[in-house]
């Protein structure tokens, strides 16, 4: 199994909140660079690097590698400290309008991804709804009750954030998508059970090698959660 390179981002913004006590913050400079591949059971010695630098904080995630006797970098990225923003409204209603309502199936093919990859119970049960557009997509996705306890513990919920901003991705119609980085991360409060996600391709790539988005996490209400600038994924080759 691989852990979602929204578990690195997850960890980085629990750190964030250590590092910076209550003051906003910002990750920047994402990378994932190493997918940590696990056998079932397994358990992995993991060490997060921090080094303060003059304006921000470097992180390094890595692994050990018992194998080989040597240590696997998994993902990096820099917090930074950020100006306090007002509170944003989006107008989801409109947002919605201007979109078309489509089938899960129409955009992800689970059936093809799940055989060769392989998801969990909290990725299979959560329930979307898609519209979508050519460039523009807003998913709103709704964890499972079973799991609502996760959000007490979870600033940045792996799975829900994970099925949220990758949608777009399985609709490129050239194979299968995964993470490479992000420009920035900024998370105005704790990621809730229903989420609406708005993404907006932001290049267009002819090789689709690389295909990257600009992104918004709200919540029912239409309050802006997160922002994330240029999420950027890279063609999985077989």
């Not at 040597?70 to 919605?96: H, M, N, P, T």
């Not at 600033?155 to 949608?167: A, E, G, K, M, Y």
């Not at 194979?175 to 609406?196: C, E, M, N, T, W």
């Not at 992104?215 to 999985?236: A, F, P």
Request: with cysteine; charged share 30%; net charge negative.
């Amino acid at each position: 199994c691989f852990p979602p390179g929204t578990a690195y981002l997850e960890m980085l913004q629990f750190l964030g909140t250590q590092y910076y006590k209550g003051k906003p913050f910002r990750l920047q400079k994402i990378m994932f660079l190493k997918p940590m591949e696990l056998e079932p059971d397994e358990t992995k010695k993991i060490h997060t690097i921090v080094e303060k630098k003059e304006f921000y904080y470097a992180v390094t995630v890595t692994g050990y590698d018992e194998q080989n006797d040597s240590w696997d970098v998994y993902a990096q990225g820099e917090l930074c400290s950020r100006k306090a923003e007002r509170e944003q409204i989006r107008d989801v209603e409109a947002i919605r309008d201007r979109l078309t309502k489509i089938t899960g199936k129409q955009i992800n093919n689970p059936d093809s991804i799940e055989d060769s990859i392989g998801f969990g119970p909290r990725w299979t049960s959560i329930q979307s709804e898609i519209y979508c557009n050519d460039g523009e997509l807003l998913i709103k996705n709704m964890m499972d009750e079973q799991y609502k306890n996760d959000f007490m513990e979870y600033l940045c919920h792996p799975s829900l954030v994970d099925v949220s901003i990758n949608t777009m991705s399985h609709s490129m119609g050239n194979g299968y998508y995964l993470p490479l980085a992000q420009d920035s991360f900024v998370l105005y409060d704790r990621i809730p059970d229903k989420l609406y996600c708005h993404i907006k391709k932001c290049n267009a790539a002819k090789d689709r090698e690389l295909v990257s988005f600009d992104i918004e996490l709200l919540d029912v209400e239409g309050r802006l959660i997160g922002s994330i600038s240029k999420h950027t994924l890279k063609r999985l080759h077989e």
